[in-house]
Protein backbone atom coordinates (compact mmCIF):
# COMPACT_ATOMS: atom_id res chain seq x y z
CA UNK A 1 0.00 0.00 0.00
CA UNK A 2 1.21 3.77 -1.16
CA UNK A 3 1.86 5.23 1.94
CA UNK A 4 4.83 7.73 0.90
CA UNK A 5 4.62 11.46 1.87
CA UNK A 6 6.03 12.85 -0.66
CA UNK A 7 3.55 15.47 -2.08
CA UNK A 8 3.48 12.84 -5.81
CA UNK A 9 3.52 9.72 -5.10
CA UNK A 10 5.85 7.50 -7.09
CA UNK A 11 4.55 5.40 -10.05
CA UNK A 12 6.87 2.00 -11.22
CA UNK A 13 5.33 0.25 -14.39
CA UNK A 14 6.65 -2.66 -16.39
CA UNK A 15 5.12 -4.18 -18.94
CA UNK A 16 4.86 -8.09 -18.44
CA UNK A 17 5.45 -9.12 -22.17
CA UNK A 18 8.61 -7.13 -23.08
CA UNK A 19 10.42 -6.46 -19.71
CA UNK A 20 10.32 -2.81 -20.54
CA UNK A 21 10.02 -0.76 -17.48
CA UNK A 22 9.90 2.75 -15.70
CA UNK A 23 9.37 5.07 -12.82
CA UNK A 24 7.49 8.73 -12.79
CA UNK A 25 7.39 10.87 -10.33
CA UNK A 26 5.68 14.34 -12.58
CA UNK A 27 1.85 14.16 -13.84
CA UNK A 28 0.24 14.01 -15.74
CA UNK A 29 1.85 10.85 -17.12
CA UNK A 30 0.41 9.18 -20.45
CA UNK A 31 0.93 4.97 -20.75
CA UNK A 32 1.89 3.21 -22.62
CA UNK A 33 4.85 5.59 -22.41
CA UNK A 34 6.17 6.79 -25.22
CA UNK A 35 3.53 6.11 -27.45
CA UNK A 36 2.22 8.74 -30.01
CA UNK A 37 -1.19 7.20 -28.83
CA UNK A 38 -1.26 6.98 -25.18
CA UNK A 39 -4.65 5.16 -23.96
CA UNK A 40 -4.59 6.06 -20.60
CA UNK A 41 -3.55 9.05 -18.32
CA UNK A 42 -1.97 9.05 -15.10
CA UNK A 43 -2.56 11.94 -12.22
CA UNK A 44 -2.23 12.09 -8.39
CA UNK A 45 -5.12 11.92 -6.48
CA UNK A 46 -5.71 11.93 -2.44
CA UNK A 47 -5.04 8.31 -1.72
CA UNK A 48 -3.03 7.13 -4.60
CA UNK A 49 -2.98 8.03 -8.43
CA UNK A 50 -6.15 8.40 -11.19
CA UNK A 51 -6.17 6.17 -14.19
CA UNK A 52 -8.06 8.05 -16.36
CA UNK A 53 -8.59 6.23 -20.31
CA UNK A 54 -8.53 8.43 -22.94
CA UNK A 55 -11.62 8.87 -24.85
CA UNK A 56 -13.11 5.69 -26.69
CA UNK A 57 -10.48 3.14 -25.50
CA UNK A 58 -11.86 0.59 -22.75
CA UNK A 59 -8.73 -0.71 -20.75
CA UNK A 60 -8.84 -3.04 -17.98
CA UNK A 61 -7.84 -2.27 -14.51
CA UNK A 62 -7.67 -5.18 -12.44
CA UNK A 63 -9.33 -7.23 -15.00
CA UNK A 64 -12.01 -4.86 -15.27
CA UNK A 65 -13.40 -2.52 -18.43
CA UNK A 66 -13.80 1.26 -17.20
CA UNK A 67 -14.88 4.37 -19.29
CA UNK A 68 -14.18 6.55 -16.71
CA UNK A 69 -11.71 7.52 -13.73
CA UNK A 70 -10.46 4.52 -11.39
CA UNK A 71 -8.35 5.32 -8.60
CA UNK A 72 -5.49 2.93 -7.79
CA UNK A 73 -3.43 2.64 -4.88
CA UNK A 74 -1.99 -0.42 -4.42
CA UNK A 75 -0.09 -2.90 -7.01
CA UNK A 76 -2.49 -3.35 -10.00
CA UNK A 77 -2.64 -4.49 -13.63
CA UNK A 78 -3.58 -2.55 -16.59
CA UNK A 79 -4.22 -4.45 -19.43
CA UNK A 80 -4.31 -2.50 -23.09
CA UNK A 81 -4.70 -2.65 -26.18
CA UNK A 82 -1.54 -3.96 -27.23
CA UNK A 83 0.04 -4.94 -23.41
CA UNK A 84 -0.06 -6.11 -20.31
CA UNK A 85 1.09 -3.21 -17.50
CA UNK A 86 2.05 -3.68 -13.80
CA UNK A 87 1.61 -0.49 -11.27
CA UNK A 88 3.04 0.00 -8.25
CA UNK A 89 3.11 3.01 -5.70
CA UNK A 90 5.43 1.25 -3.49
CA UNK A 91 8.87 2.99 -2.54
CA UNK A 92 10.85 -0.06 -3.15
CA UNK A 93 11.37 -1.87 -6.68
CA UNK A 94 8.42 -4.64 -6.69
CA UNK A 95 9.35 -5.56 -9.75
CA UNK A 96 12.95 -6.14 -9.50
CA UNK A 97 12.57 -10.28 -9.75
CA UNK A 98 10.08 -9.96 -12.53
CA UNK A 99 10.78 -12.32 -15.29
CA UNK A 100 8.77 -12.56 -18.41
CA UNK A 101 9.76 -15.78 -20.09
CA UNK A 102 8.14 -17.85 -17.41
CA UNK A 103 4.46 -17.32 -16.34
CA UNK A 104 2.68 -19.07 -13.71
CA UNK A 105 -0.86 -20.46 -14.43
CA UNK A 106 -3.10 -20.68 -11.61
CA UNK A 107 -6.68 -21.05 -10.64
CA UNK A 108 -8.84 -17.76 -9.93
CA UNK A 109 -10.47 -18.48 -7.42
CA UNK A 110 -9.08 -21.11 -5.42
CA UNK A 111 -5.92 -19.55 -5.91
CA UNK A 112 -4.03 -23.22 -7.08
CA UNK A 113 -0.77 -22.80 -9.08
CA UNK A 114 -1.50 -25.66 -12.21
CA UNK A 115 2.56 -25.05 -13.07
CA UNK A 116 5.39 -22.40 -14.55
CA UNK A 117 4.98 -22.42 -18.54
CA UNK A 118 6.09 -20.29 -21.54
CA UNK A 119 3.64 -17.17 -22.06
CA UNK A 120 2.58 -18.57 -26.06
CA UNK A 121 2.32 -22.22 -24.16
CA UNK A 122 0.04 -20.51 -21.61
CA UNK A 123 -3.39 -21.67 -23.46
CA UNK A 124 -2.20 -24.83 -25.05
CA UNK A 125 -1.53 -26.01 -20.94
CA UNK A 126 -4.76 -25.12 -19.94
CA UNK A 127 -6.34 -27.22 -23.29
CA UNK A 128 -4.12 -30.01 -21.51
CA UNK A 129 -5.43 -29.83 -18.07
CA UNK A 130 -9.02 -29.21 -19.15
CA UNK A 131 -9.36 -26.17 -17.34
CA UNK A 132 -11.23 -23.65 -18.74
CA UNK A 133 -9.54 -20.04 -19.45
CA UNK A 134 -11.57 -17.73 -18.11
CA UNK A 135 -11.51 -19.37 -14.68
CA UNK A 136 -7.60 -19.34 -14.73
CA UNK A 137 -4.90 -16.60 -14.25
CA UNK A 138 -1.68 -16.00 -15.07
CA UNK A 139 1.36 -13.95 -14.04
CA UNK A 140 5.23 -13.24 -14.90
CA UNK A 141 7.16 -15.00 -12.30
CA UNK A 142 7.91 -12.11 -9.70
CA UNK A 143 5.10 -10.57 -9.76
CA UNK A 144 2.41 -11.32 -7.14
CA UNK A 145 -0.78 -10.19 -8.81
CA UNK A 146 -2.29 -11.46 -12.33
CA UNK A 147 -4.43 -10.88 -15.46
CA UNK A 148 -7.40 -13.06 -16.72
CA UNK A 149 -5.91 -16.05 -18.91
CA UNK A 150 -9.02 -15.55 -21.23
CA UNK A 151 -8.80 -12.00 -21.56
CA UNK A 152 -5.00 -11.98 -22.17
CA UNK A 153 -5.14 -15.06 -24.47
CA UNK A 154 -4.94 -12.63 -27.67
CA UNK A 155 -1.61 -10.42 -26.31
CA UNK A 156 0.03 -13.77 -25.11
CA UNK A 157 1.27 -15.52 -28.23
CA UNK A 158 2.87 -13.58 -31.41
CA UNK A 159 0.04 -12.76 -33.86
CA UNK A 160 1.43 -15.00 -36.33
CA UNK A 161 0.99 -18.13 -33.64
CA UNK A 162 -2.43 -17.52 -32.97
CA UNK A 163 -3.28 -17.00 -36.71
CA UNK A 164 -1.87 -20.80 -37.33
CA UNK A 165 -2.81 -23.05 -34.28
CA UNK A 166 -4.82 -25.11 -34.22
CA UNK A 167 -8.69 -24.73 -33.00
CA UNK A 168 -9.67 -25.20 -29.69
CA UNK A 169 -11.83 -24.07 -26.59
CA UNK A 170 -9.44 -21.92 -25.18
CA UNK A 171 -9.15 -20.10 -28.77
CA UNK A 172 -12.93 -19.86 -29.16
CA UNK A 173 -13.23 -16.54 -26.35
CA UNK A 174 -11.60 -14.80 -29.33
CA UNK A 175 -13.35 -16.67 -32.11
CA UNK A 176 -16.85 -16.53 -30.85
CA UNK A 177 -19.70 -17.74 -32.55
CA UNK A 178 -18.24 -19.57 -36.00
CA UNK A 179 -18.34 -22.59 -36.94
CA UNK A 180 -20.47 -25.11 -38.64
CA UNK A 181 -22.82 -26.34 -36.14
CA UNK A 182 -24.57 -24.53 -33.64
CA UNK A 183 -24.93 -25.23 -30.11
CA UNK A 184 -28.90 -26.08 -29.23
CA UNK A 185 -28.36 -24.53 -26.13
CA UNK A 186 -26.49 -21.54 -25.97
CA UNK A 187 -27.05 -21.06 -29.62
CA UNK A 188 -23.39 -20.44 -30.41
CA UNK A 189 -21.16 -22.56 -33.57
CA UNK A 190 -18.54 -24.13 -33.22
CA UNK A 191 -16.73 -26.76 -35.63
CA UNK A 192 -16.99 -30.58 -34.91
CA UNK A 193 -13.10 -30.42 -34.00
CA UNK A 194 -13.74 -27.89 -30.96
CA UNK A 195 -16.37 -29.98 -29.09
CA UNK A 196 -15.07 -31.51 -25.98
CA UNK A 197 -15.28 -34.50 -24.95
CA UNK A 198 -16.72 -35.96 -21.49
CA UNK A 199 -14.64 -38.13 -19.05
CA UNK A 200 -16.01 -41.60 -18.43
CA UNK A 201 -13.37 -42.24 -15.56
CA UNK A 202 -15.31 -41.82 -12.12
CA UNK A 203 -12.65 -40.60 -10.61
CA UNK A 204 -12.89 -37.70 -13.24
CA UNK A 205 -16.06 -36.54 -11.62
CA UNK A 206 -16.03 -32.86 -11.43
CA UNK A 207 -16.12 -30.20 -14.02
CA UNK A 208 -14.67 -26.79 -12.75
CA UNK A 209 -17.34 -24.87 -14.65
CA UNK A 210 -20.47 -27.13 -14.26
CA UNK A 211 -19.76 -28.34 -10.80
CA UNK A 212 -18.88 -31.12 -9.22
CA UNK A 213 -21.65 -33.34 -10.22
CA UNK A 214 -20.39 -33.49 -13.77
CA UNK A 215 -17.99 -34.99 -15.30
CA UNK A 216 -15.20 -32.99 -16.52
CA UNK A 217 -15.32 -31.68 -20.27
CA UNK A 218 -11.91 -31.86 -21.78
CA UNK A 219 -10.22 -31.02 -25.25
CA UNK A 220 -9.12 -34.52 -26.44
CA UNK A 221 -5.67 -35.65 -27.69
CA UNK A 222 -5.15 -39.25 -27.80
CA UNK A 223 -7.72 -41.73 -29.01
CA UNK A 224 -8.19 -45.16 -29.15
CA UNK A 225 -8.51 -47.24 -32.40
CA UNK A 226 -12.18 -47.14 -33.01
CA UNK A 227 -11.15 -43.60 -33.10
CA UNK A 228 -12.99 -42.45 -29.86
CA UNK A 229 -11.26 -39.63 -27.49
CA UNK A 230 -9.95 -41.07 -24.38
CA UNK A 231 -10.09 -39.66 -20.84
CA UNK A 232 -7.13 -38.83 -19.08
CA UNK A 233 -7.79 -41.86 -17.01
CA UNK A 234 -7.42 -43.96 -20.00
CA UNK A 235 -11.02 -44.52 -20.96
CA UNK A 236 -13.01 -44.52 -24.17
CA UNK A 237 -15.61 -41.63 -24.50
CA UNK A 238 -18.60 -41.40 -26.76
CA UNK A 239 -20.36 -38.01 -25.36
CA UNK A 240 -19.86 -35.03 -26.44
CA UNK A 241 -20.33 -31.16 -24.83
CA UNK A 242 -20.50 -27.74 -26.58
CA UNK A 243 -17.00 -26.16 -26.32
CA UNK A 244 -18.88 -22.78 -25.49
CA UNK A 245 -21.97 -23.71 -22.56
CA UNK A 246 -19.98 -27.10 -22.18
CA UNK A 247 -23.75 -28.78 -21.70
CA UNK A 248 -23.83 -32.51 -23.03
CA UNK A 249 -24.81 -32.35 -26.85
CA UNK A 250 -27.81 -35.15 -27.76
CA UNK A 251 -26.09 -38.40 -29.31
CA UNK A 252 -25.57 -38.20 -33.45
CA UNK A 253 -26.55 -34.64 -33.20
CA UNK A 254 -23.29 -33.27 -35.14
CA UNK A 255 -24.34 -35.83 -37.63
CA UNK A 256 -27.75 -34.38 -39.03
CA UNK A 257 -29.55 -30.93 -39.68
CA UNK A 258 -31.26 -29.30 -37.07
CA UNK A 259 -34.55 -27.13 -36.73
CA UNK A 260 -35.25 -24.79 -34.09
CA UNK A 261 -38.75 -23.78 -33.46
CA UNK A 262 -39.33 -21.16 -30.47
CA UNK A 263 -42.31 -21.12 -28.79
CA UNK A 264 -43.62 -17.73 -27.18
CA UNK A 265 -46.32 -16.31 -25.38
CA UNK A 266 -46.91 -14.37 -22.20
CA UNK A 267 -46.60 -15.71 -19.13
CA UNK A 268 -49.85 -18.19 -17.89
CA UNK A 269 -51.24 -18.29 -22.03
CA UNK A 270 -50.73 -21.70 -22.08
CA UNK A 271 -47.37 -22.67 -23.57
CA UNK A 272 -46.61 -25.44 -20.99
CA UNK A 273 -49.93 -27.51 -21.69
CA UNK A 274 -49.19 -27.23 -25.49
CA UNK A 275 -45.58 -28.45 -25.63
CA UNK A 276 -46.63 -31.75 -23.77
CA UNK A 277 -49.94 -31.91 -26.14
CA UNK A 278 -48.05 -31.20 -29.06
CA UNK A 279 -45.15 -33.87 -28.70
CA UNK A 280 -48.28 -35.92 -28.11
CA UNK A 281 -49.76 -35.69 -31.13
CA UNK A 282 -46.82 -35.53 -33.01
CA UNK A 283 -45.91 -38.85 -32.39
CA UNK A 284 -49.53 -40.08 -33.00
CA UNK A 285 -49.90 -38.60 -35.98
CA UNK A 286 -46.84 -38.12 -38.27
CA UNK A 287 -46.70 -41.71 -38.95
CA UNK A 288 -50.07 -41.48 -40.42
CA UNK A 289 -50.02 -37.65 -42.27
CA UNK A 290 -46.26 -37.90 -43.41
CA UNK A 291 -44.98 -41.91 -43.05
CA UNK A 292 -42.16 -40.09 -40.12
CA UNK A 293 -41.13 -41.28 -36.98
CA UNK A 294 -40.95 -39.03 -34.43
CA UNK A 295 -38.64 -40.04 -31.83
CA UNK A 296 -36.93 -38.73 -28.57
CA UNK A 297 -33.46 -37.61 -29.43
CA UNK A 298 -32.23 -36.45 -26.38
CA UNK A 299 -33.93 -39.08 -23.42
CA UNK A 300 -31.75 -37.30 -20.18
CA UNK A 301 -32.82 -33.63 -21.41
CA UNK A 302 -36.60 -34.03 -22.40
CA UNK A 303 -37.53 -35.77 -19.25
CA UNK A 304 -39.26 -32.79 -18.04
CA UNK A 305 -41.00 -32.12 -21.13
CA UNK A 306 -42.07 -36.33 -21.10
CA UNK A 307 -43.28 -36.37 -17.50
CA UNK A 308 -45.35 -33.20 -18.14
CA UNK A 309 -46.62 -35.15 -20.74
CA UNK A 310 -47.12 -38.43 -19.32
CA UNK A 311 -48.66 -36.38 -16.06
CA UNK A 312 -50.99 -34.65 -18.42
CA UNK A 313 -52.03 -37.75 -20.31
CA UNK A 314 -51.91 -40.44 -17.18
CA UNK A 315 -54.07 -38.25 -14.58
CA UNK A 316 -57.38 -39.25 -13.32
CA UNK A 317 -58.60 -36.16 -11.54
CA UNK A 318 -57.70 -32.25 -12.70
CA UNK A 319 -55.47 -32.07 -9.72
CA UNK A 320 -52.94 -34.36 -11.08
CA UNK A 321 -53.12 -33.25 -14.61
CA UNK A 322 -52.19 -29.24 -13.17
CA UNK A 323 -48.89 -28.67 -14.45
CA UNK A 324 -46.70 -25.60 -13.23
CA UNK A 325 -45.76 -22.69 -15.42
CA UNK A 326 -42.29 -22.11 -16.85
CA UNK A 327 -41.18 -19.74 -14.47
CA UNK A 328 -38.11 -17.47 -15.34
CA UNK A 329 -35.57 -19.54 -12.88
CA UNK A 330 -38.16 -22.49 -12.89
CA UNK A 331 -36.85 -26.06 -13.81
CA UNK A 332 -36.88 -25.41 -17.21
CA UNK A 333 -33.91 -23.19 -16.98
CA UNK A 334 -30.81 -24.09 -16.17
CA UNK A 335 -27.54 -21.72 -15.83
CA UNK A 336 -24.69 -22.31 -18.01
CA UNK A 337 -21.68 -20.32 -19.42
CA UNK A 338 -22.65 -18.28 -22.56
CA UNK A 339 -19.81 -15.82 -23.92
CA UNK A 340 -17.91 -15.55 -20.88
CA UNK A 341 -21.06 -14.86 -18.88
CA UNK A 342 -23.04 -17.40 -16.25
CA UNK A 343 -26.63 -16.91 -17.27
CA UNK A 344 -29.93 -18.72 -17.19
CA UNK A 345 -30.50 -20.78 -20.58
CA UNK A 346 -34.03 -22.61 -21.51
CA UNK A 347 -33.40 -26.12 -21.77
CA UNK A 348 -33.67 -27.55 -25.57
CA UNK A 349 -36.51 -30.19 -25.94
CA UNK A 350 -34.65 -32.59 -28.84
CA UNK A 351 -36.58 -35.11 -31.04
CA UNK A 352 -35.82 -36.81 -34.50
CA UNK A 353 -37.80 -37.28 -37.28
CA UNK A 354 -36.88 -40.05 -39.58
CA UNK A 355 -38.61 -41.51 -42.57
CA UNK A 356 -38.37 -45.09 -41.94
CA UNK A 357 -36.32 -47.21 -44.47
CA UNK A 358 -35.01 -43.99 -45.80
CA UNK A 359 -30.91 -44.04 -44.69
CA UNK A 360 -29.67 -40.24 -44.08
CA UNK A 361 -32.99 -38.91 -43.72
CA UNK A 362 -33.08 -38.04 -40.25
CA UNK A 363 -33.45 -34.43 -38.85
CA UNK A 364 -33.36 -32.86 -35.29
CA UNK A 365 -36.28 -31.19 -34.16
CA UNK A 366 -35.72 -28.60 -31.10
CA UNK A 367 -38.22 -26.95 -29.13
CA UNK A 368 -38.35 -24.20 -26.61
CA UNK A 369 -40.57 -23.24 -24.32
CA UNK A 370 -39.61 -19.60 -23.12
CA UNK A 371 -41.21 -18.11 -20.03
CA UNK A 372 -42.78 -15.10 -21.26
CA UNK A 373 -40.49 -12.77 -18.53
CA UNK A 374 -37.83 -13.05 -21.09
CA UNK A 375 -39.71 -11.12 -24.08
CA UNK A 376 -40.90 -8.45 -21.23
CA UNK A 377 -39.35 -4.70 -21.17
CA UNK A 378 -36.76 -3.89 -19.06
CA UNK A 379 -35.32 -7.52 -19.27
CA UNK A 380 -32.08 -7.72 -20.29
CA UNK A 381 -30.98 -9.61 -23.77
CA UNK A 382 -27.80 -9.97 -22.06
CA UNK A 383 -28.31 -11.05 -18.62
CA UNK A 384 -31.03 -12.72 -19.51
CA UNK A 385 -30.58 -14.09 -23.15
CA UNK A 386 -32.91 -17.49 -23.07
CA UNK A 387 -34.63 -15.39 -25.51
CA UNK A 388 -32.10 -15.21 -28.44
CA UNK A 389 -32.49 -18.29 -30.04
CA UNK A 390 -35.51 -16.95 -31.50
CA UNK A 391 -33.13 -15.50 -33.86
CA UNK A 392 -31.90 -18.48 -35.14
CA UNK A 393 -34.62 -20.23 -35.60
CA UNK A 394 -36.20 -22.10 -38.55
CA UNK A 395 -39.61 -21.28 -37.37
CA UNK A 396 -41.57 -18.89 -35.01
CA UNK A 397 -45.10 -20.18 -33.00
CA UNK A 398 -46.79 -17.09 -30.96
CA UNK A 399 -49.48 -18.25 -28.60
CA UNK A 400 -52.28 -15.84 -28.01
CA UNK A 401 -54.27 -16.29 -25.21
CA UNK A 402 -58.00 -14.69 -25.37
CA UNK A 403 -58.82 -15.55 -22.28
CA UNK A 404 -56.30 -12.88 -20.89
CA UNK A 405 -58.06 -10.55 -23.86
CA UNK A 406 -60.77 -8.29 -22.79
CA UNK A 407 -62.29 -7.61 -26.42
CA UNK A 408 -62.43 -11.42 -26.41
CA UNK A 409 -63.70 -11.48 -23.24
CA UNK A 410 -66.55 -9.13 -24.42
CA UNK A 411 -67.76 -10.92 -27.17
CA UNK A 412 -67.56 -14.29 -25.38
CA UNK A 413 -70.08 -13.50 -22.89
CA UNK A 414 -72.29 -16.19 -21.47
CA UNK A 415 -69.47 -19.09 -22.61
CA UNK A 416 -68.76 -21.22 -19.03
CA UNK A 417 -65.28 -21.44 -19.24
CA UNK A 418 -63.42 -20.19 -15.60
CA UNK A 419 -60.20 -18.75 -17.89
CA UNK A 420 -62.75 -15.78 -18.86
CA UNK A 421 -63.69 -14.57 -15.28
CA UNK A 422 -60.60 -14.63 -14.11
CA UNK A 423 -59.48 -11.50 -12.04
CA UNK A 424 -55.97 -9.82 -11.71
CA UNK A 425 -55.13 -10.90 -15.44
CA UNK A 426 -52.77 -8.01 -17.10
CA UNK A 427 -52.97 -8.28 -20.92
CA UNK A 428 -49.42 -7.82 -22.28
CA UNK A 429 -49.50 -9.90 -25.06
CA UNK A 430 -49.31 -6.76 -27.25
CA UNK A 431 -46.43 -5.62 -25.29
CA UNK A 432 -44.08 -8.77 -25.51
CA UNK A 433 -45.18 -9.14 -29.20
CA UNK A 434 -43.52 -5.68 -29.52
CA UNK A 435 -40.62 -6.57 -27.60
CA UNK A 436 -39.98 -10.00 -29.43
CA UNK A 437 -39.60 -7.79 -32.92
CA UNK A 438 -37.66 -5.46 -31.34
CA UNK A 439 -35.05 -8.18 -29.69
CA UNK A 440 -35.14 -10.04 -32.85
CA UNK A 441 -34.33 -7.03 -35.22
CA UNK A 442 -31.57 -6.26 -32.43
CA UNK A 443 -30.09 -9.44 -32.56
CA UNK A 444 -30.26 -9.59 -36.32
CA UNK A 445 -29.16 -6.76 -36.71
CA UNK A 446 -32.08 -5.84 -39.04
CA UNK A 447 -33.46 -2.37 -39.17
CA UNK A 448 -36.96 -1.59 -37.31
CA UNK A 449 -38.78 -1.23 -40.88
CA UNK A 450 -37.63 -4.40 -42.20
CA UNK A 451 -39.07 -8.03 -41.52
CA UNK A 452 -37.63 -11.03 -40.84
CA UNK A 453 -37.66 -13.85 -43.10
CA UNK A 454 -38.43 -16.67 -40.76
CA UNK A 455 -41.79 -17.55 -40.95
CA UNK A 456 -44.31 -17.07 -38.38
CA UNK A 457 -47.32 -19.15 -36.98
CA UNK A 458 -49.68 -17.06 -35.07
CA UNK A 459 -51.80 -19.42 -32.83
CA UNK A 460 -55.26 -18.11 -31.09
CA UNK A 461 -55.34 -20.99 -28.80
CA UNK A 462 -57.95 -22.28 -26.75
CA UNK A 463 -60.23 -22.51 -29.40
CA UNK A 464 -63.09 -24.89 -28.05
CA UNK A 465 -63.71 -21.22 -26.03
CA UNK A 466 -64.00 -18.43 -29.12
CA UNK A 467 -64.53 -21.12 -32.51
CA UNK A 468 -68.36 -19.88 -32.98
CA UNK A 469 -66.43 -16.52 -33.99
CA UNK A 470 -65.13 -17.98 -37.15
CA UNK A 471 -67.37 -17.21 -39.88
CA UNK A 472 -66.56 -20.78 -41.36
CA UNK A 473 -65.89 -24.00 -39.49
CA UNK A 474 -61.46 -24.78 -40.15
CA UNK A 475 -60.74 -27.37 -42.80
CA UNK A 476 -58.59 -30.29 -42.37
CA UNK A 477 -54.76 -29.54 -43.66
CA UNK A 478 -53.82 -32.41 -44.36
CA UNK A 479 -54.51 -35.14 -47.07
CA UNK A 480 -53.73 -38.66 -48.42
CA UNK A 481 -51.53 -36.70 -50.92
CA UNK A 482 -49.68 -34.56 -48.09
CA UNK A 483 -50.03 -30.57 -46.78
CA UNK A 484 -52.94 -29.00 -48.00
CA UNK A 485 -51.62 -25.72 -48.47
CA UNK A 486 -54.19 -24.14 -49.77
CA UNK A 487 -56.69 -25.29 -46.53
CA UNK A 488 -54.11 -23.83 -44.42
CA UNK A 489 -54.20 -20.35 -46.24
CA UNK A 490 -58.33 -20.17 -45.75
CA UNK A 491 -58.04 -21.17 -42.31
CA UNK A 492 -55.59 -18.43 -41.65
CA UNK A 493 -57.53 -16.21 -43.47
CA UNK A 494 -60.66 -17.06 -41.25
CA UNK A 495 -58.24 -16.87 -38.20
CA UNK A 496 -57.08 -13.22 -39.39
CA UNK A 497 -60.50 -12.03 -40.01
CA UNK A 498 -61.82 -12.56 -36.20
CA UNK A 499 -58.11 -11.19 -34.55
CA UNK A 500 -58.47 -7.93 -37.19
CA UNK A 501 -62.05 -7.73 -35.67
CA UNK A 502 -61.00 -7.55 -31.99
CA UNK A 503 -56.87 -7.06 -31.99
CA UNK A 504 -56.38 -4.86 -34.86
CA UNK A 505 -52.97 -3.62 -33.37
CA UNK A 506 -51.51 -7.24 -33.02
CA UNK A 507 -52.20 -8.45 -36.61
CA UNK A 508 -50.52 -5.08 -37.87
CA UNK A 509 -47.46 -5.87 -35.11
CA UNK A 510 -47.19 -9.24 -36.19
CA UNK A 511 -47.24 -8.50 -40.15
CA UNK A 512 -44.40 -5.62 -39.02
CA UNK A 513 -42.24 -9.06 -37.97
CA UNK A 514 -42.35 -11.46 -40.25
CA UNK A 515 -42.64 -11.49 -44.62
CA UNK A 516 -44.35 -14.60 -44.30
CA UNK A 517 -47.19 -15.33 -41.06
CA UNK A 518 -49.63 -17.61 -41.00
CA UNK A 519 -53.03 -17.51 -38.44
CA UNK A 520 -54.16 -21.01 -36.92
CA UNK A 521 -56.43 -22.19 -34.07
CA UNK A 522 -55.86 -24.54 -31.84
CA UNK A 523 -56.92 -26.11 -28.37
CA UNK A 524 -54.63 -28.13 -26.25
CA UNK A 525 -57.47 -29.29 -23.73
CA UNK A 526 -60.46 -29.60 -26.53
CA UNK A 527 -62.82 -28.62 -23.75
CA UNK A 528 -63.05 -25.82 -21.38
CA UNK A 529 -60.97 -26.52 -18.03
CA UNK A 530 -62.79 -26.96 -14.22
CA UNK A 531 -61.50 -25.45 -10.83
CA UNK A 532 -60.30 -27.24 -8.66
CA UNK A 533 -62.34 -27.29 -5.69
CA UNK A 534 -60.05 -28.35 -2.52
CA UNK A 535 -56.94 -29.51 -1.71
CA UNK A 536 -53.52 -27.62 -1.89
CA UNK A 537 -54.09 -25.94 -5.29
CA UNK A 538 -57.84 -25.13 -4.56
CA UNK A 539 -59.09 -22.48 -7.30
CA UNK A 540 -56.60 -23.03 -9.74
CA UNK A 541 -57.88 -23.99 -13.03
CA UNK A 542 -56.93 -27.70 -14.85
CA UNK A 543 -57.92 -29.90 -17.61
CA UNK A 544 -60.55 -33.01 -17.28
CA UNK A 545 -58.24 -35.68 -18.38
CA UNK A 546 -61.35 -37.46 -19.10
CA UNK A 547 -62.29 -34.84 -21.66
CA UNK A 548 -59.18 -34.56 -22.96
CA UNK A 549 -59.56 -33.59 -26.71
CA UNK A 550 -56.99 -31.69 -28.35
CA UNK A 551 -57.51 -30.32 -32.07
CA UNK A 552 -55.08 -28.68 -34.86
CA UNK A 553 -52.22 -28.19 -32.48
CA UNK A 554 -50.00 -29.79 -35.25
CA UNK A 555 -50.83 -27.84 -37.72
CA UNK A 556 -48.74 -24.93 -36.49
CA UNK A 557 -45.88 -27.18 -36.47
CA UNK A 558 -47.06 -29.11 -39.78
CA UNK A 559 -46.69 -25.59 -41.71
CA UNK A 560 -43.29 -24.28 -40.08
CA UNK A 561 -41.39 -27.89 -41.24
CA UNK A 562 -42.43 -27.57 -44.60
CA UNK A 563 -41.49 -24.23 -45.17
CA UNK A 564 -37.98 -25.20 -43.52
CA UNK A 565 -37.76 -28.86 -44.81
CA UNK A 566 -40.23 -29.64 -47.49
CA UNK A 567 -38.58 -32.46 -48.57
CA UNK A 568 -39.73 -33.82 -45.14
CA UNK A 569 -42.87 -32.62 -44.69
CA UNK A 570 -43.87 -32.03 -48.66
CA UNK A 571 -47.07 -30.61 -49.73
CA UNK A 572 -49.88 -32.06 -51.97
CA UNK A 573 -48.39 -31.54 -55.18
CA UNK A 574 -44.84 -32.58 -54.13
CA UNK A 575 -45.52 -36.13 -52.51
CA UNK A 576 -44.97 -39.29 -53.81
CA UNK A 577 -47.52 -42.08 -53.17
CA UNK A 578 -45.52 -44.91 -54.26
CA UNK A 579 -42.26 -43.85 -52.30
CA UNK A 580 -43.44 -42.96 -49.19
CA UNK A 581 -46.66 -45.52 -48.78
CA UNK A 582 -47.08 -44.94 -44.97
CA UNK A 583 -48.54 -41.44 -46.22
CA UNK A 584 -52.03 -42.70 -46.91
CA UNK A 585 -52.26 -44.74 -44.03
CA UNK A 586 -55.50 -44.19 -42.31
Known amino acids: MFSSTKKNPTLRWVNCLSGARGSVDQFPFRLPAGSPSPQVTVSPAAQGLTLTPTPGRRPLVNGVAIDGPVTIAETSTLQLEDGLLALSL ?26 EFAPADLLDR ?5 RPPEHLACTPTGLEIGFSLSLAAPLLSPREEIATRPPGPALLAAEQNRGAHLCPVCWTRFDAGDALSIAVHEDLRGDPILGSDAR ?25 ACPHCRRQLPPGYLDMPHRILSLIGAPSSGKSY ?23 GDPSGNML ?13 PEEALLGKTALEGATYEKLPRLGRLVSLPRPFIYA ?41 AGLIFLFDPTANARFKARLIGVEDPQLSLKG ?5 DSILAEMETRIKRVMGLAHDQRIATPLAFVVGKCDTWSRLLASPLEPVTT ?107
Open 353 to 393: LSRPGARKQETSLILYDNAGEHFEPGVDIHDSPGAMHVATS
Open 126 to 130: ANDLG
Open 274 to 296: YLAVLTRELQERLPKDFGLAFKD
Open 216 to 240: LRFQPTRFNDQGLAVDPMGLACTDL
Open 305 to 317: LNQMRNTLFSAAT
Open 425 to 429: RVDQQ
Open 480 to 586: PAGLDLAAIERNSQRVRAVLLDLCPGLVASAESLAEEIRYFAATSFGHNPVVIQQGPNKGRIAPDPQRLAPAHVEEPVYWLLHRASPELLPSAPRLNLEKFPAASSP
Open 90 to 115: EETDTFRDLRTGAWMLFDAASGELLG
